[in-house]
């Protein structure tokens, strides 16, 4: 099998590979850029793993023109941007300790034990410069099967970075195959590493769930986690039942999903942008207001994020004509300014008369006129 791709065939990608292959050494792409393009989905980096130190590929690609930032020079990576394009170059590596992500590595000349260092084996896939596969580990059958599978002993790939655990299962939201199911002795190393996952920085945490949930349909990934323990140790409180529902009803938003999830998400260190987006569709949830209202009070995309999560937690059906009037809301215009009631209303009497006017003009469903309201 061999890979294919506008990215491969780059000039400056092309012109690197030959640099690299003049000077006697490897050039192989490796990881995400391979998977995606034998999956043919979209290419958005492109690593590539060499037999050469890092100081030698910075030398022989600043001799051929090319712009060379060390981005991770300690772990034998540097950025070699070639007409444009940028790639990260790592020598290959092989562990000689682990200890979560202060892996004590040495650089090696063989691809195999490089590969033996990856997560999973549809990650540990590689090519050349002409698209033929190097498969060292025999990932390629697991990835045809869409089978997300741990490199070796799954129990140590996790006690060497606890965010494979969540990796694990963001990995089969996007790439398992939903019918085979999630891969059960990756599952029960999770299981009984889940508590690994509190030596984890929330803000790793956070990033791998906004990266699961923004998956076509993470639903049963989610599910797995909450069998698996992981779910709760990674977001306590949290309950994946209102999930399937959710998907089902198009929010196919990441932070709405979160939000039905529930839990102590400000735990995640999110932005503060999308801790208040959750905050919104959490509590308009629980609210009595119309379809029309949260278009008015929220804009079309948040209220029909909360028209979706409603339905899904109260597992009801979404409301007749619900869009039209989130539509109708989103785009009204209170008539009314505070400057026309001032002379008559001052301080907290003036605002209590502008919402006490606003409530009016929405349940009439925006149809009351400035004059109607004033009158």
Not at 65 to 88: K, S
Request: hydrophobic share 45%; proline share 3%.
């Amino acid at each position: 099998m061999r890979v294919l791709g506008e990215w491969l065939h780059h000039p400056g990608t092309q012109a690197l590979c030959a640099t690299l292959a003049a000077g006697g050494f490897q050039a192989l792409f490796v990881g995400g850029c391979v998977r995606n393009a034998l999956l043919a989905e979209p290419v958005n980096d492109i690593d590539m793993a060499t037999d050469a130190r890092p100081e030698i590929v910075s030398d022989l690609a600043k001799r051929a023109g090319f712009r060379v930032v060390p981005t991770g020079i300690d772990h034998g990576t540097v950025t070699v941007i070639a007409q444009g394009v940028a790639h990260e170059v790592t020598t290959f590596r092989q562990d000689v300790d682990t200890n979560g992500r202060h892996a004590v590595v040495r650089y090696s000349t063989l691809v195999a034990d490089d590969a033996a260092r990856r997560d999973f084996t549809m990650n540990a896939l590689y090519a050349r410069a002409n698209g033929e596969v190097v498969d060292p580990l025999g990932g390629l059958p697991d990835l045809v099967a869409r089978r997300v599978r741990f490199v070796g002993n799954a129990d140590l790939r996790i006690t060497e970075d606890y965010l494979r655990i969540l990796r694990f299962f963001r990995f089969f939201a996007w790439y398992g195959d939903p019918v085979q199911g999630v891969d059960a002795e990756g599952l029960a190393a999770c299981a009984a590493h889940s508590a690994g996952i509190a030596t984890l920085s929330r803000e790793r945490v956070g990033a791998e769930f906004r990266k699961l949930l923004s998956a076509p349909d993470p639903s049963l990934a989610v599910a797995s986690m909450a069998q698996a323990g992981v779910l709760a140790a990674a977001l306590p409180g949290a309950n994946a039942r209102a999930l399937p529902l959710v998907v089902h009803f198009g929010a196919d938003s990441w932070v709405a999903r979160l939000a039905v999830l529930g839990g102590e998400v400000e735990t995640l260190r999110l932005s503060r942008g999308d801790l208040a987006a959750i905050k919104i569709i959490r509590e308009e949830i629980g609210s009595l207001r119309s379809a029309q209202e949260l278009g008015y009070r929220h804009g079309q995309k948040r209220a029909e994020q909360v028209i979706r999560c409603r339905a899904a937690m109260l597992e009801t059906e979404l409301p007749e004509n619900w869009k039209a009037d989130v539509a109708k809301g989103a785009a009204a215009v209170f008539p009314v300014k505070a400057a026309e009631l001032i002379e008559a209303y001052q301080g907290k009497a003036l605002g209590e008369q502008l919402r006490c006017l606003e409530h009016r003009w929405i349940a009439s469903g925006f149809a009351l006129t400035k004059a109607e309201l004033l009158g």
